[in-house]
């Protein structure tokens, strides 16, 4: 028979993990589409098992809950009696969407970015020059320092100046600032398509991947519908979409706030949304259209783009929309900034974002 036979894809079980490991990655993901409800995670996942088998006729869904309980994920000592994750959950939760949308990554020397320009880091090269204040001892060439001593001074008696040290020379490496801004506006669940947990997930990875891989950055999380507000990476699992419109101006003003604090000479703003600006906060009031691109919130927002340039800080917008009209605000909003932008499905979202921030290596003086 010529031709292709397609089946269903099942991946094979890994031999080694136990029924508690199995159980525990589908109830993180769980914990983070229920934004942390514990109980609610726990029946879906019961509701799984009754369709799938999850568990196995030694190890059941009671047998998983005491274990959680005993291995220090979940906690009911409060005065409501409810069921809450701990820290141990909430670091098992950025562990998992790292491996899950970066793949498993070894910790680096460090972490940091690095750039086209020598001077003091922390990777050795070939090439040496002369010793300049600030140098570090190990990095001085001992036999050229030496020879070069006794070029300029003969062989009688052992003098070495200032004047006859060589240094190897090292890459340096920058330090990078970022704000991820997510959109939390309503239509971030609408149409059936739940976008704000592929956020969280990008989020929570972005975290791990610095405290791991590059953990002098900076990392700064914040939100935006009809306001923003900052929020820490902990409480990442817990985020929810609410009634909002979008409100992008407020968290472009909020991002920059944040990154002239910082004193790193690399900044960056990642902008995750799915919708064009919508509302603009005037005194105590807010003007909202959401009926198309209002010019009023337009303008506000590409002259804020406008103003981010000026700053050298750079726009990175992973829209997970493909409107034509979308397309068209985010065009003129990356053209003004002068970033980059991406169309870019929830599927990919991970990957655009790794490697956009991994190609920041850049030295801005």
């Not at 029946?43 to 309980?69: A, Q, R």
């Not at 939390?184 to 997930?201: C, F």
């Not at 923003?228 to 003003?253: C, M």
Request: glycine share 8%.
């Amino acid at each position: 028979m010529i031709g292709y036979r397609f089946t269903d894809y099942i991946p094979e079980n890994d031999p080694e993990s136990t029924t508690f490991e199995n159980l525990l990655k589908v109830f993180m993901q769980l914990l983070l589409i229920t934004s942390g409800d514990v109980s609610e995670a726990l029946h879906w996942l019961s509701n799984l098992d009754k369709k799938y088998g999850l568990s196995t006729e030694d190890y059941g869904i009671g047998d998983f809950i005491e274990d959680l309980k005993e291995k220090g994920y979940i906690t009911d000592e409060n005065p409501e009696g409810k069921f809450e994750v701990t820290a141990k959950s909430e670091q098992n939760i950025r562990k998992s969407a790292l491996e899950e949308i970066f793949g498993k990554l070894k910790k680096g020397p460090k972490g940091n970015h690095h750039t086209f320009y020598s001077g003091a880091g922390e990777e050795p090269r070939t090439e040496k020059r002369e010793y300049q204040f600030g140098d570090t001892p190990e990095q001085i060439a001992i036999t050229d320092s030496l020879r070069n001593a006794q070029i300029n001074h003969g062989l009688e008696g052992p003098l070495l100046t200032e004047q006859d040290l060589e240094v190897y020379e090292k890459d340096y490496k920058s330090q990078t600032s970022t704000v991820l801004m997510i959109d939390i506006s309503h239509s971030m669940i609408l149409y059936g398509e739940d976008r704000i947990t592929p956020a969280k997930k990008v989020a929570l990875a972005l975290a791990e991947l610095i405290k791991i891989r590059y953990p002098k950055d900076t990392l700064d999380v914040i939100v935006f519908g009809n306001d923003a507000w900052q929020i820490e990476v902990k409480d990442l699992p817990f985020l929810q979409v609410g009634p909002y419109h979008t409100n992008t101006v407020a968290g472009l003003e909020l991002a920059m706030d944040l990154l002239r604090r910082r004193k790193t000479s690399n900044k960056q703003i990642f902008m995750i949304t799915d919708g064009k600006p919508t509302c603009l906060k005037v005194g105590i009031k807010y003007y909202k259209n959401s009926f198309g691109l209002d010019r009023k919130i337009l303008n506000k927002t590409l002259n804020l783009a406008a103003q981010c340039r000026r700053l050298h800080v750079p726009i990175t917008t992973f829209m997970i929309a493909s409107d034509p009209y979308l397309k068209q605000f985010v065009q003129e909003f990356t053209q003004v900034n002068g970033g980059n932008a991406y169309y870019s499905s929830l599927q990919g979202l991970g990957h655009l974002v790794f490697e956009d921030y991994r190609r920041n290596r850049r030295k801005t003086f």
